[in-house]
């Protein structure tokens, strides 16, 4: 042993010291459940069903209204609350730039619309790229929202959109 060194301090392991260093224990995910064919006597193991996402369900704000498929009744009062307010606007959903192939930009995607939403319930979804409203192009919110102002007194507005791949029109009856 060197002298210039000070000794090396010895450490009791006690049965406190050994649980408090024992590593936390990881949560052990249910055993797949199984089924039996009655027919057949077959056992397949099925997922559990905690990893599925939950289905969204549409609320019931009064100032939107379904009329059919990608069409939709919507209050103006509640379409010019959130083009007058765009802090509240921008609480709504995320926004990003969309490039097309040649990567002009062409668009904006919309993410993280919130189940139950207004953006939701008026026919929106994660993913959508919206390209025009009432055929006017659109890169961002900002020309969206002046889109619209011009726009005011129509009855009707209309989003032309890409969602997963394929074109899509959203109409909606301002009322």
């Known amino acids: 042993m060197d002298p210039a060194l ?5 450490l009791e392991a006690t049965e406190d010291a050994v649980a408090d260093a024992a590593p936390p224990r990881r949560r052990l995910l249910p055993p797949p459940r199984v089924v ?4 057949t006597g ?6 559990s069903t905690r990893s599925r996402k939950p289905q969204c369900i549409e609320g019931d704000n009064p100032d939107i209204e379904a009329l059919g498929e990608n069409r939709f009744r919507v209050a103006r009062d ?3 609350h959130y083009t007058d ?3 509240e606007a921008a609480r709504l959903a995320a926004v990003y730039w969309h490039e097309d192939a040649e990567g002009k930009v062409d668009g904006f995607r919309i993410r993280r619309i919130k189940c139950g939403s207004v953006l939701y319930e008026a026919g929106l979804r994660n993913g959508d790229v919206i390209h025009t409203v009432n055929g006017r192009p659109v890169r961002n919110i900002p020309q969206a929202l002046v889109a ?3 726009l005011r007194k129509k009855r ?4 032309e959109l890409t969602r997963e791949g394929g074109s899509l ?3 909606y009856k301002l009322t």
């Open 85 to 87: 307010d765009l802090a």
């Open 6 to 10: 000070p000794p090396v301090p010895v």
């Open 42 to 47: 077959d056992a397949k193991a099925r997922k």
């Open 78 to 80: 509640l379409v010019d």
């Open 156 to 159: 009707s507005l209309q989003l």
């Open 169 to 171: 029109e959203l109409h």
């Open 36 to 39: 039996v064919s009655a027919v």
């Open 148 to 150: 619209y102002r011009k």
